[in-house]
């Protein structure tokens, strides 16, 4: 695609030529184009201000599978796992069904992964490089952005990528950033109530987000010579897995943010959003994040925790007091007058307490993401 689209190929004006000329003309004739590179058919056929400016009849988004239909596609296979190993593969994969079909059915969850992505021939080890060299032109300004949008957990703004980039992105910066968006790496958002101006982005693809944490840093040593089998399964316990594996929850539930507001009862008008509030540096202030929350139409304000865990979540009395110091830092900070309702998004359920009985109104599990959209 990169190819043929090059200016000297001069396929675009070919296009251009014997689409009007002589194809548009014969209804026999059905122009299809496809392809991952979805800034260079947004900047060459649908945003075209030549010959074929509206000239597009239907566009197909081609997204990833949801967790429901990954079920679906890997039953499809012979392959039978419960939600919470599909989870753990999805995690690390997303739902691109070329990922997902090279899942050996005679092998575990972990076993898979350690094959796919920690052996130098597996095909997610080197996939993050083929990647971006395919999808851009400049890769390794898009790479840069990528990883500084990684590295910060609730999103970094834009006018911080302008003075981080190293790569003098300029005012071209939108135009990456979109590239990146439109080939869905990223995502942008303005957090709730946010007095400072301007857009903020976070990763929302599950393989980069493992790629850049867990692939990236042993990449040289697993292409000088293979790790040991066993490498994924070692990992699962350390700090780093837990706090990888909560920032990918977090996306997956971004990505499936329609059937959490089902689950809630909350209406598509209601406003998302995440909110933080971070206290001048000496303040005595508490901070707060706000995972995500839903301003409702019905004055009142649902707030979620987004918990990853194996076991149903406790909610002790340690961390019933830390919620409550969330949202009244929440309260005081927004000023608002609204109900507040607090729901826990948690992989593994909330194992009930006097606290959780206290303070949580709702529970959405692991299953309800799996529901048909």
Known sequence: MNYLGWQPSKLIQALDHYWNRYWSLDSRVKLIVCGSAASWILDNLIHNKGGLYNRITRQIELLPLTLHETKKFLIKKGIKLNNAQITKLYMAMGGIPHYLDAIQADLSVDQNIDLLCFTKRGLLFNEFNKLFASLFDEQDIHEELIRLIAENRYGIAQSELMRKSSKNAGGRLKKRLKELEDAGFIESFIPYQHKEKGIYYRILDEYTLFYLKWIDPIWNAIKKRDKEK??????????GWHSWAGYTFEAICYKHIGLIRRKLEITPGSEMGTWRYFPDKGSLENGAQIDLLFDREDDAITICEI?????????????????????????????TEKQ?????????????????????????TLDDLFVNS
């Open 230 to 239: 066993g490498y994924w399964l070692s990992k699962q316990q350390s700090a």
């Open 307 to 335: 918990k990853y865990t194996t076991q149903p979540f406790v909610l002790d009395k340690e961390y019933a007091k830390k919620l409550q110091r969330k949202i009244d830092v929440f309260t005081m900070r927004t000023k």
């Open 340 to 364: 507040l309702f607090i729901a826990f998004i948690a992989s593994a359920g909330l194992k009930p307490t006097m606290y959780s009985e206290e303070l949580v109104n709702h529970v959405v």
